[in-house]
């Protein structure tokens, strides 16, 4: 199998701090990207070296931190014009998200707002910021925006989670079409559970409380929980040459949890 050599790509990547976007934001980079890691914090959530620092450290691309809200378009344009200095971004991958579980009936309308704007707003800015700089560029390029198997298929806790993943599993089909006359490819991943600090700290699935993912251990084909290295290596190949015939698509990546039914019928 050819070796994946992003040399000379210049990547942008949202939520890049901690958790999935950073093993995404180390994985480029040792493929040779250079990396901009936009974040409300530099400082990883799970501990340890910011990744930028991280990046210049161990890798030869540049690694650089731009504080950004993703609620904010114009400081997603700040990151994206961070990665002019660099080239100019040619990979802008929409990662930063939160995760709630409340009822249905707990979720009020500053919760729902809060989901929307952070999951669904910021991937359409980030998407937008990026686009407008590959156009006026003239590069190619590839958009990778994580959405999440709760954005295929509906729960019962986190129904406004639920809603904004849908909303950009079908936004990056239409960014699809709208960027594909100009060499743009946009593609969505949907992870699975995934150990992180969102699952571990946010939701608590890790720690006493097992169940959920007992359950997802027990029922899932591949028989365990997802790390980030599963869903980054997803996202390198979506964001190298070796898709470049893939766009307007979403990965499952899960284990075979969503598309496969343990019970009988
Ligand atoms: P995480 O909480 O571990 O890391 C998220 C990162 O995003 C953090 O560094 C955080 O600071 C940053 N962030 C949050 N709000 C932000 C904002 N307003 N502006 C800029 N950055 C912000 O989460 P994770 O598990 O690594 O999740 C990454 C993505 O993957 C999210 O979009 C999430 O919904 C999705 N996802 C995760 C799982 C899972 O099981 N962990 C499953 C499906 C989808």
Redesign the pocket.
Known sequence: MSEIDLTGDVAVV????????RRISLTLAEHGADVVV????SDP?EGGDPTHERIDAEFEGTGRYVE????EPSELETAVEAAETLGGVSIMVN?????RSEDFLEIDEAAYDRMME??AK?VFFGAQAAADRMIDAGREGSIVN?????GVTGRATGVHYCAS?GAVRVMTYAMAAALGPHDIRANAV?????E????RQ?LGMFGEDRGATDTYERTAPLGRV?Q?QD?ADAVLYLSSPLSGFVTGESVIVDGGATNTWSGVA
């Open positions: 949202t939520g890049g701090a901690s958790g999935i976007g936009a974040d409300l914090q959530r950004c809200d993703v609620t990662n930063a998200g939160i995760s952070i999951n910021g994580l959405a999440s198997i709760s993943k949907c992870p699975g559970l995934i992180s600090p969102m699952t946010d997802g980030p869903i």
